[in-house]
């Protein structure tokens, strides 16, 4: 796990003046990866770090040449189409480029004329996916949202025996993840409706949105080879916002005896920044399980896990339907949530992953599950916000929403602060719904 060092001093300044801007995500502290191009452009995507509002093409820099050993083979590295070769580096080499980055950055810097080149206004990019996602795993470590959704699905049964024992997971699908920005139509599938004598096939009625954070693996483990606790984060290369759209409907027809399938692999949407555990290392909290539940398995455990296991990132959800866009109203919020209430570490998700020898490889994905805190309004999910449904959210235009509606766009929000440290913060994940296609066959 990272000290603190020279790269996260709230003192540093920066020549790039919007980083030091009050409240802005990408201050010096900060510098997270994407993947990246000039926008409309036929140009190669390459890798590129954020400062202020904008982008170092680090593609550009590696070509001058002017940054030193290991910053310089990682730059170098980042002129590829995907982060996938930086990814496996390992953290010394993402370290030795944050620390490059940082001094050039600095006021004062003698590398400023040579970084002034390479800025590009992010208003003038656009991304790609980060890296080529090989496997993707989906959590549910948020106990809060465990427990309503399982009273909505199991009345009698919420919160299954296994719950305190095991992060509980499953892998989902890859190929439907897509960057912010992404737009999908609404999800078509089987569906049973209450009472009815047979299941039926159709557009969802119950789309959703989860609010997660995405964990990028960046040095993988060997087939047969399990990652101790206490080496877990130095396998994890950073973070980002993840919405996991839903279908519960869907879900609830077909997640026994297997879990989900349909109902999750039509769309996810990422952010396209990723944030460093480096850079997050301001903001680590103890953790630990209530002392009244049982205490997680000894290869589960570690000093460092139970003194800074947790990471206080500040999470929102916000929706702007399709009328709010033509009248030029701002996305509203109606979520406030904290990664704090995870029920289960980062390090514990990696850990457990590879308990059973289970290899994981640069670029692999793993989403955090639905980040709920305990209060309703903490609720990462419109099917807890609306209690299934039952009591729909009323938007300050009058519109209501028990869930999804075509048009609808989606975004989370993240961001870390408190006193001491500089702010820093993940930008924002946005995504479209569209309405289904048309083309069942429905006889
Ligand atoms: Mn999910």
């Given amino acids: 796990m990272f000290k603190l060092n020279e790269t996260h001093s709230i ?5 790039v003046e919007s980083a030091n801007r009050a409240g802005c995500d990408y201050s010096i502290q900060n510098l997270p990866f994407a993947q990246f191009r000039r926008m409309n452009s036929n140009e190669n995507f390459r890798g590129g770090v954020a400062i202020g509002d904008k ?14 050993g290991k910053a310089q083979a990682a730059a ?9 070769e930086f990814m496996a580096m390992g953290v010394e080499v993402w370290s030795a480029l944050r620390l490059a980055l940082s001094r050039a950055l600095r006021n004062g810097s003698e590398l400023q004329d040579a970084l002034t080149i390479c800025l590009i206004p992010q208003s003038a990019v656009e991304y790609s996916l980060p890296c080529q996602i090989g496997d993707y795993t989906d959590f549910y470590t948020s106990i ?19 719950y305190k024992w095991v992060p509980i997971g499953y892998h989902g699908r890859a190929s439907s993840i897509g960057i912010s920005g992404q737009t999908f139509h609404r999800p078509n599938g089987q569906t049973m409706v209450p009472g009815a004598e047979k299941p039926c096939v159709g557009p969802c009625k119950r789309l959703d949105h989860e609010l997660e954070i995405g964990i990028f693996i960046g040095q993988g483990n060997h087939l047969g080879e399990p990652i101790a606790i206490e080496n877990s984060e130095d396998h994890v290369f950073g973070i980002c916002l ?4 839903s279908a519960r409907d869907i879900q609830g027809w077909e997640y026994q005896p297997l879990g989900p399938f349909l109902a999750k692999n039509f769309a996810s949407t990422i952010s396209p920044w990723i944030v460093s555990l480096e850079a997050l290392a301001p903001f680590r909290t103890s953790f630990s399980h209530p002392i009244d539940d049982p205490q997680p398995l000894p290869y589960l455990t570690s000093d460092i896990n139970s003194e800074a296991g947790g990471i206080d990132i500040k999470l929102q959800v916000f929706i702007q339907t399709e009328k709010m866009r033509n009248d030029s109203q701002e996305p ?3 979520t406030d949530s904290n990664f704090h209430h995870s ?7 990696v850990t457990h992953h590879t308990v059973n020898g289970c290899n994981l490889r640069p670029g692999d994905l793993l989403g955090s599950g639905t980040q709920s805190g305990p209060e309703l309004a ?22 209501k929403r028990a869930f999804i509606e075509d048009g609808d766009s989606l975004f989370i929000r993240g961001n870390c602060h408190r006193d001491g440290a500089a702010y820093i913060g993940f930008g924002e994940v946005v995504s479209t719904v569209l309405p289904a296609k048309n083309n069942l066959k429905h006889r």
Avoid at 58 to 68: D, E, F, R, T
Avoid at 242 to 245: A, R, Y
């Fill in 11 to 15: 003192n540093l300044i920066s020549w």
């Fill in 55 to 68: 982008v170092i093409d680090l593609a550009a820099l590696s070509l001058m040449g002017v940054l030193k």
């Fill in 76 to 84: 170098q590295a980042c002129t590829q189409p995907s982060l996938n």
């Fill in 144 to 162: 809060h949202h465990a427990t309503r959704v399982g009273s909505l699905f199991r009345p009698d049964n919420p919160l299954l025996p296994n």
């Fill in 242 to 245: 993840f919405n996991d759209w």
């Fill in 332 to 334: 509203e919020k109606i």
């Fill in 343 to 349: 029920y289960w570490t980062i390090a514990q998700m």
């Fill in 378 to 399: 903490e609720a990462g999910s419109l099917l807890e916000l609306t209690v299934g449904g039952k009591h729909p959210i009323t938007l300050s235009n009058g519109e």
